[in-house]
Each structure stands twice: as C-alpha cells, then as structure tokens.
C-alpha cells in the first residue's frame, strides 16, 4: 500500500535558521505529493504540491522538489520565522484523477525560537 | 476566497448517541473528502464522493455513514457513538474535472464523546 514517511519532531530552530523536513514515500505508480501546515487549533492549508517527478512546489518561501529516483519531497526554507511554527504534513495521492484520498506522513512539528 | 464550511465546529455527545456534521466545499467543487484526525496523529481518509456518488472508501467504521447532496455538499452520519471516536474531522473539497487534484480542508469539527 501507499506510505509517507516524515522526520519526527519536534523540530527546534532559531529564527532565520534554514529548515529541512525530510519526507519519503512508498506508492506504486505516479502519485502527486503535497505539504499541509496545521497551525494550533487549525485546520490543514495546502502549503505546495508537485504533481510529476522533478516538479519543484514553492510558496511563502517554502520550497519541495518531487524525486521520484529517491522517492523524496523533502521541504526546505532558507530562513525561517516564529511565525512558521506549526505541525508540517507531507501527503501523497496515489493517481492523477478523481476522488482519491490523501496519505499523510506522521507530521513534524516546527518550533522557531526569536 | 470561499473556504470549505464546516458546521458544527465543536460538537459534545454521550456515548451511544448519534451526530451528524456538515460540510460545505468551495463553490464549484465536486468531489468531497471526510478526513479523522485522533489528538496527536496524522489524519486518516474515511471516506470520499464524486458527482454525488461515493468513490472511495477508507477505515470509516460501519457505524458511520456518509452522503453527497445534489448542491454538493455532504453530511457524516455518526451513530452509536465510543469514546474512541473522540477526534477532530475535517471536510476537504476539490475539483478534480479541471486538472486541480489539491484538496482544500475546512477548519474541522472538534466531536467530543464522554
């Protein structure tokens, strides 16, 4: 069956420190792969996606690349701020098509010091 | 933007009681997602519909059942409640028919079963 795999948390850094968040995946076929953010109490927001291998997801200074050779979408940030402290979850879906569920890894909590 | 509606947010029952939480998808979207999420733990796909039909199924336990309305919005029928069912479910929506696969979550129903 499909699976993702995330570094466990929590994950401690000083503001402007660069992230990474490790994430792998197991999944027969092409699946596109995502990053949710859960801040306390919220719901999950679609931080980025890539939907084929070497695809590169940014936004908000986030930034994953699809390698399907390392089955990895590892997420990075060159500098990150208090405000990006929240629960990260990387996600895959198994097809390119209607009405298929999301897999999440385990999810890694950031906490950025000032 | 219109997000994905939730109702009710937070919801307390007994146990062996019935609940029914709403979803309401961004406008135009079509296909419907119902995700569990248990305190400290990624969510878990229960149940998803497409056009008003379901189209997957997941760990959804037989006590619990789901429909997809004609103004696409869907309703998670809950019955003979446990204590284990105690857990945030959140609604995700999106529109699969254009090419986007991303799913948008609504901001979740917090159920508390004592």
């Known amino acids: 069956g499909n699976s993702v795999t995330q570094m466990e948390g929590p994950v401690t850094l000083s503001e402007e420190a660069f992230l990474t968040i490790n994430c792998t995946y197991t999944?027969?076929?092409?699946?596109?792969l995502f990053w949710y953010v859960q801040y306390p109490g919220e719901g999950l927001q679609l931080l980025l996606k890539?939907?084929?291998?070497?695809d590169k997801g940014s936004n908000k200074g986030f930034e994953a690349t699809y390698r399907k050779e390392t089955t990895s979408f590892h997420l990075e940030k060159g500098s990150v701020q208090v405000s990006d402290s929240a629960v990260y979850f990387c996600?895959?879906?198994?097809?390119?098509?209607?009405?298929?569920?999301?897999?999440f890894g385990g999810g890694t909590r950031l906490m950025v010091k000032p | 933007a219109a997000g994905v509606i939730q109702s009710p947010r937070h919801l307390i029952k007994e146990k062996r009681e019935t609940a029914t939480l709403k979803c309401y998808p961004i406008?135009?979207?079509?296909?419907v997602y119902w995700y569990q999420q248990g305190p400290g733990q990624d969510p878990q796909f229960l149940i998803s519909?497409?056009?008003?039909?379901?189209?997957d199924k997941g760990s959804i336990p037989d006590r619990f059942s789901a429909q997809q309305f004609s103004d696409y919005h869907s309703e998670l029928n809950m019955s003979s409640l446990e204590l284990g069912d105690s857990a945030l479910y959140f609604c995700?929506?999106?529109?699969?028919?254009?090419?986007?696969?991303?799913?948008?979550f609504g901001p979740g129903t917090r159920l508390t079963v004592t």
């Open positions: 995700a929506s999106s529109q699969p028919g254009t090419g986007r696969y991303e799913q948008y």
């Open positions: 999944a027969t076929g092409y699946p596109s």
């Open positions: 890539a939907t084929k291998a070497d």
């Open positions: 996600a895959l879906s198994p097809y390119n098509n209607a009405g298929n569920m999301l897999t």
């Open positions: 406008p135009r979207h079509d296909t």
């Open positions: 519909f497409y056009e008003k039909m379901q189209s």
